[in-house]
């Protein structure tokens, strides 16, 4: 049996709860597993559902760890098991084994300056796991500088389900929503910092001038949302910019879907840093291919001038001419029909087997 320790799980929504959903559900086909994972609403219809046992830990966030540590930690002594996969350092701090223990890491959560006590911490447990598994050949780089054990480290990027079938209805409502606005830009994530919507926006004035049908769809929410609505207002752009936020799963697809480019030229922003963009690959399933930003793991996800593009995010003029290159003559297409046939790579079915190899 494997134990499986994550503080972000289904039915809260967000890529590390998808990823862990992902990567349980999968673990479970070819092992007996067992699930310690923080409560959260509406979780019982959820877990009724599942192949296998999910166990929740409610409480205060700052007493939860512990209780949560305490709870596996007793299971350890009373069951027999093979090891234990957790989705954060944190996650693993308080358990006290001698089990072959794997620790997933994804870039941000690592980023702690060299020597502060935080950075200690995160070298403390990752370099006493069996495996440390990055999310990209980014944030094992990221890792290795701040410390971690190179020899621990293997890279197995994040894996996506196949992509169901879009509903006609929702893909004609979306066709009728957009009509004549063409090219179509889409962002689909968080309002923060590090997504650079704000270098989207001040591009797109630029392009309006080529393309004046042109429109950028901005599906999420977030502390930057205001500020980037009130930067489409200064510059005369509401024409341009469409926000969707609490939408279904089908509409977000089919938006997806009916747009030409998605483009988040993430940057680095404090200590956040994207260190994989699911949401890239994800859009390369409907053959729809990206422009991301070259601070972070998005190389991973795009292969540059083949199913997309990686830019500077920091830079402007960077953001603005890969745009224009990928419509100019709808090179949008070319990529995009490379980017669907390169994102069967992160199929689950594939991704599993990396992590069969390091737990058999």
Not at 66 to 93: M, P, T
Not at 272 to 280: D, L
Not at 310 to 324: A, T
Not at 342 to 360: G, M, P, R, T
């Amino acid at each position: 049996m494997y134990l499986i320790v994550s503080r972000s799980f289904p039915p809260e929504l967000g890529g590390m709860q998808s990823l862990m959903w992902g990567l349980s559900r999968e673990l479970s086909k070819n092992f007996m597993i067992k699930v310690f994972a923080d409560h959260i609403e509406g979780h019982k219809e959820f877990d009724e559902q599942a192949s296998f046992s999910i166990e929740r830990v409610g409480g205060i966030k700052l007493l939860r760890k512990y209780r949560k540590a305490q709870l596996i930690n007793e299971f350890i002594k009373e069951n027999k098991i093979e090891g234990i996969v957790a989705d954060h350092w944190k996650s693993l701090e308080l358990i006290k084994t001698s089990k072959k223990k794997y620790c997933l890491i994804h870039s941000k959560e690592i980023n702690h300056p060299k020597g502060s006590s935080q950075n200690k911490r995160v070298i403390d447990v990752l370099n006493n796991v069996e495996k440390v598994i990055a999310n990209s050949e980014y944030t094992k780089n990221l890792a290795i500088e701040n410390g971690v054990n190179e020899n621990k480290i293997i890279v197995i990027n994040p894996g996506i389900d196949p992509v169901k079938k879009i509903d006609k209805k929702t893909l004609d409502k979306v066709a009728s929503l957009l009509k004549v606005k063409t090219p179509r830009l889409i962002t689909v994530s968080r309002f923060d910092k590090r997504k650079n919507h704000e270098k989207v926006i001040m591009a797109l004035r630029n392009l309006k001038q080529i393309y004046p049908n042109i429109v950028y769809i901005c599906v999420g929410y977030g502390e930057e949302e205001d500020n980037i609505k009130t930067l489409v207002k200064e510059l005369d752009l509401e024409a341009q910019v469409m926000f969707f936020k609490d939408i279904s799963n089908d509409l977000k697809n089919a938006l997806v879907a009916k747009s030409d480019i998605f483009v988040m030229p993430s940057i680095i922003y404090k200590k956040s840093v994207e260190g994989f963009g699911i949401a890239y690959v994800e859009a390369a399933q409907y053959g729809i291919p990206s422009i991301g930003g070259k601070d972070g793991g998005a190389a991973d996800a795009i292969n540059h001038e083949k199913t997309g593009l990686i830019c500077d995010g920091n830079n402007l003029d960077d953001i603005y001419s890969s745009i224009n290159t990928m419509l100019d003559n709808k090179k949008y297409l070319d990529y995009g029909k490379n980017a669907k046939e390169f994102v069967h790579k992160f199929q689950w079915s594939k991704i599993i087997e990396d992590y069969k190899k390091i737990l058999n």
